[in-house]
């Protein structure tokens, strides 16, 4: 059975950083691309960062850029996302996901696996 498993997220103030974790099933990790996403409360989910199976090439949202970064090691079949200079509007619930491909790793319908989701809060 294919598990995502997120960790890492918390409350923190606006302007600190946290680094959230996604464990993935060895069985899938090295030949997926990974992918994390985040949704907040009446909104839809939206595409954060991805990055490519090898960790070569990486995507990020407009929204992000610059202040997260997506990390992955594959000796412990781990993808991490660092996310500095947090502001209120970063909170949400983040999620990592997973697919085979890398044709559009900025949209939620390429990925085929998805973890439960961690809460991210960010105070003013």
């Known amino acids: 059975q294919v598990q995502l498993v997120e960790s890492g997220g918390g409350l923190v103030q606006a302007g600190g950083s946290l680094r959230l974790s996604c464990a993935a099933s060895?069985?899938?990790?090295?030949?997926?691309?990974m992918g994390w996403f985040r949704q907040a409360p009446g909104k839809e989910r939206e595409f954060a960062a991805a990055?490519?199976?090898?960790?070569?090439?990486?995507a990020y949202a407009d929204s992000v850029k610059g202040r997260f970064t997506i990390s992955r090691d594959n000796a412990k079949n781990t993808v991490y996302l660092q996310m500095n200079s947090l502001k209120p509007e970063d909170t949400a619930v983040y999620y990592c996901?997973?697919?085979?491909?890398?044709?559009?790793?900025?949209?939620?319908?390429?990925?085929?696996?998805w973890g439960q989701g961690t809460q991210v809060t960010v105070s003013s």
């Open positions: 990055i490519s199976r090898s960790g070569g090439s990486t």
């Open positions: 060895r069985r899938i990790f090295s030949n997926y691309a």
């Open positions: 996901a997973a697919t085979p491909l890398w044709v559009s790793p900025g949209s939620p319908n390429e990925y085929d696996y």
